[in-house]
């Protein structure tokens, strides 16, 4: 019993992967098969990288004891960003370029504010959100621009691999997971991020330039947050000014199901893309089994507090035991 | 006035209209054990900030080893081998003791501009050791610290200390919450320090642990030092009598 704890608090996004284990098992008996036939995965691996990035930069943010909920709106703005830019002439390397540093500069403010002014970072986010949302439409002009017909789909959404099985995305998406993982198990900055968000007093005293780390944190999180946004506009083929609406609560949840904790200093990478996994085949899976879809929002958000609440409880027993020992 | 291995002259500390520290001028000697001693607000707290980089002095001057120093940050006074043990943790509870004990100095195999992969393999090796040197027993380097007891918690701190080959430790309030075994142990980390060459600066509002571990004792009030004798010429009544 003692060793399972342990376990669980090293690797926090456990109880997310058993969950959904199950619920693949359970969606794919309800659903006679079809959940795990090749179109429908297609289907849900081409829409997972784009949530899934998202949920990997408010992660790693929330980690660092932060928190965005500006990623939805950023999430658009970058599209559009790029959309307007081509419009008036730039090429899509260009246009890239400055969508991604659009990105990087609103990251930059959420963090500068939420530091310099010591206030929390849901207040300066959820400023962002509003602020982020409204700039998307004004530079669309209230009518979303045309996009240029020679775009790199085939960098970015094209089918790929064994079976056409996965579009490009997923490719990014593994790759910035592998990356980011990496950052956070193997380096130095990884240590520090853990450690701003773990205790940072601790983390200030020893020395770590703790301001420095939560506002890298917050930049890579538009940054991800906004190229998962050029992503979905590619694949949809127009860049709306709605697209992320309610995306920012949704990455917080696979977060938190994937075992972040709100506080900081615990969660992982894979945690976030688990959560975010799950989150997908609920969708998908309830209206394979025949369910009203309506009761998607209903299980997401009883997951969530039950993730909180059952991760809460595994601690204080993980605390109780330690005492004997 | 050569084996001091800080000085500090004439050292003044306003916070907002609050003058906290009222010209000191002390010097702390090689391989001494000193006890800082003084009520909330006598001005120790402020003293040992500005040694360990937390607040900067208004006016006076810093010498280590000898040579006038400007102490910014908790990085500078690192570098300067001045290591401050806080009284609340200086560890993160939720990270390894390996981690923990190279936090912000981790050992990398390259970086570029500071940050790079970390050599864990030598991060695990030298952690068992630095534990082993302060005569700390414990299973794994990959422990939580949030697993470990108070006390433990800062032999691990002062492990980490050591590890740095650094030469003045500062203890603020280390036995605060501590268990009356917890406290012995964390005494004897003190008294061992001596033996390793290193100076210790113990602040603590409880003179019998003070007395039992010091050389010297400073007593501070109003921001002033008020008493500053060895441990023989003096006793707990008398500091007791001039705070």
Same mark, same amino acid.
């Given at each position: 019993m003692k060793r399972l704890f342990k376990t669980y608090l090293e690797k926090p996004e456990l109880a997310g992967l058993i969950l959904l284990v199950l619920l693949v098992v359970?969606?794919?008996?309800? *659903?006679?098969?079809?959940? +795990?036939?090749?179109?429908?995965?297609?289907?849900?691996?081409?829409?997972?990288?784009?949530?899934?990035?998202?949920?990997?930069?408010?992660?790693?943010?929330?980690? *660092?004891?932060?928190?965005? +909920?500006?990623v939805g709106s950023v999430f658009a703005l970058m599209p559009m960003t790029m959309a307007v830019l081509m419009v008036h002439g730039a090429p899509f390397p260009l246009a890239l370029l400055a969508g991604l540093v659009v990105c990087a500069a609103i990251g930059f403010i959420n963090g500068y504010v939420t530091i310099r002014f010591a206030i929390p970072s849901f207040i300066t986010t959820l400023g962002m959100l509003f602020m982020a949302r409204s700039l998307t439409v004004v530079v669309s002009g209230g009518f979303p621009p045309l996009l240029p017909i020679d775009l790199p789909n085939w960098l970015f959404t094209s089918f790929v691999g064994p079976g056409n099985m996965f579009r490009m995305s997923f490719l990014w998406f593994a790759a910035v997971a592998v990356l980011t993982s990496l950052m956070l198990s193997r380096t130095n900055f990884g240590n520090w991020i853990k450690a701003?968000?773990?205790?940072?007093?601790?983390?200030?005293?020893?020395?770590?330039?703790?301001?420095?780390?939560?506002?890298?944190?917050?930049?890579?999180?538009?940054?991800? *947050?906004?190229?998962?946004?050029? +992503?979905?506009?590619?694949?949809?083929?127009?860049?709306?000014?709605?697209?992320?609406?309610?995306?920012? &609560?949704?990455?917080?949840?696979?977060?938190?199901?994937?075992?972040?904790?709100?506080?900081?200093?615990?969660?992982?990478?894979?945690?976030?893309?688990?959560?975010?996994?799950?989150?997908?085949?609920?969708?998908?899976?309830?209206? &394979?089994?025949h369910v009203d879809a309506n009761w998607f929002k209903f299980a997401i958000g009883f997951l969530t507090i039950f993730a909180v609440v059952a991760n809460a409880w595994m601690r204080k027993r993980a605390k109780a035991i330690k005492m004997e020992g | 006035m050569n084996d001091a291995i800080i000085s500090v002259r004439d050292l003044h500390k306003w916070y907002s209209g609050v003058h906290a520290l009222k010209?000191?001028?002390?010097?702390?000697?090689?391989?001494?054990?000193? /006890?800082?001693?003084?009520?909330? /607000?006598?001005?120790?707290?402020?003293?040992?900030?500005?040694?360990?980089?937390?607040?900067?002095?208004?006016?006076g001057e810093i010498k280590v080893e000898g040579r006038e120093v400007s102490i910014a940050t908790p990085r500078d006074a690192m570098d300067l081998g001045i290591e401050t043990i806080y009284q609340y943790n200086s560890m993160v509870p939720t990270m390894s003791i390996a981690r923990n004990l190279f936090i912000g100095r981790e050992p990398t195999r390259f970086s570029v501009l500071g940050v790079g992969i970390l050599d864990q393999k030598k991060m695990a090796e030298e952690s068992i050791r630095a534990i082993a040197n302060v005569d700390l027993h414990l299973r794994s380097p990959d422990a939580l610290v949030g697993e470990l007891s108070g006390g433990q918690r800062q032999g691990v701190a002062i492990a980490r200390a050591m590890h740095f080959k650094s030469k003045v430790?500062?203890?603020?309030?280390?036995?605060?919450?501590?268990?009356?075994?917890?406290?012995?142990?964390?005494?004897?980390?003190?008294?061992?320090?001596?033996?390793? /060459?290193?100076? /210790?600066?113990?602040i603590s509002h409880n003179m019998h642990h003070v007395f039992d571990c010091c050389d010297r004792i400073v007593a501070m009030a109003r921001g002033e030092v008020v008493l500053d004798k060895r441990v023989a010429d003096t006793s707990i009544d008398e500091v007791h009598s001039v705070l």
């Open positions: 359970l969606f794919q008996v309800r *659903s006679h098969g079809v959940f +795990l036939n090749a179109d429908n995965l297609r289907g849900i691996l081409g829409i997972l990288p784009e949530a899934g990035l998202v949920a990997i930069g408010v992660t790693i943010l929330m980690i *660092s004891g932060e928190f965005d +909920l500006s701003t968000g773990g205790f940072l007093p601790a983390a200030a005293s020893m020395g770590i330039p703790t301001a420095r780390v939560k506002i890298v944190c917050f930049m890579l999180c538009s940054v991800l *947050s906004g190229f998962a946004g050029m +992503l979905q506009v590619l694949r949809l083929g127009s860049p709306l000014p709605s697209i992320g609406e309610g995306l920012e &609560l949704q990455a917080v949840a696979a977060a938190v199901i994937g075992g972040a904790s709100l506080t900081g200093g615990i969660g992982t990478v894979m945690g976030g893309i688990i959560g975010t996994t799950l989150i997908r085949v609920i969708d998908n899976g309830l209206v &394979l089994s | 010209g000191v001028s002390l010097d702390f000697k090689r391989g001494e054990a000193l /006890g800082l001693v003084g009520d909330n /607000g006598a001005g120790k707290s402020t003293l040992i900030n500005i040694l360990s980089g937390v607040h900067r002095a208004d006016k430790m500062i203890l603020d309030e280390p036995t605060n919450h501590l268990s009356v075994k917890e406290t012995n142990k964390v005494i004897g980390f003190v008294r061992g320090l001596k033996e390793q /060459g290193v100076t /210790g600066v113990f």
